[in-house]
């Protein structure tokens, strides 16, 4: 396949195929539907919803195209020695993580409310990584697999624009890669902060990144 070019904020954003990765961040349960952690800081969970449909259907379009996609999810080992803390103790949570919720243990690896949502399931193949943080790098396989499979370019959707989203695409603008943020598949509890997140990506000629619509891929692909 020859190199797309997709309508964006700052400008076109070009991408090779070949070279590029689709990261799904945290389209978990834990984030997405009440009883989880996201639930427990106190949010709405309902706002992230919206992000569903359109990464289905992102999704559906790069496995047609045989584009790499990885799925990341953040938790901790059932013994919480990756869990520091200053992340344990952070805030008022009404559970902490590692309590018993009602879709198992808050943010705990292997737990029903840690995995993805069923609308967004990885297929058998596809990797996930686990990260003990925000951002997809710390602590993880995942800049190594990028490197094994020679990905320059990373087209990004998931959960919550302002804080996995962002540390994300922040590490991975550091190391290099060309990222592209898809507006409508990346969501956040606070309107405003996803509002402005998305505006931080594309400004200054587009210090970290690029935005676009869904849609825009999409038209991209056909
Ligand atoms: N709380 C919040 O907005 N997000 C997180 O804690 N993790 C992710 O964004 N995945």
Known sequence: MPTLSVDARPYPYSFDPATTALVVIDMQRDFMEPGGFGETLGNDVSLLRST????????????????????????HRPDLSDLPDAKLNRGNPSLRIGDPGPKGR???????????????????????????????????????????????????????????????????????????????????????????????IAAQGGIFGWVAPSAAVLDALE
């Open 106 to 200: 808050i943010l705990v690896v292997g737990e029903e409310g840690q995995d993805i949502v069923d609308e967004l399931k990885p297929l058998p193949g596809e990797p996930v990584v686990d990260k003990p943080g925000k951002g997809a790098f710390y602590a993880t396989n995942f800049g190594e697999l990028l490197k094994e499979h020679h990905i320059t370019s990373l087209i990004v959707a998931g959960v919550t624009t302002e804080v996995c989203v962002h540390t994300t695409v922040r590490e991975a603008n550091d190391r290099g890669y060309e990222c592209l943020v898809l507006a409508d598949c990346v969501g956040s509890y606070f309107p405003e902060f996803h509002r402005v997140a998305l505006d931080m």
């Open 52 to 75: 569903i449909e359109p990464t289905a259907a992102i999704l559906a379009a790069f496995r047609a195209a045989g584009i790499l996609i990885v799925h990341t999810r953040e938790g």
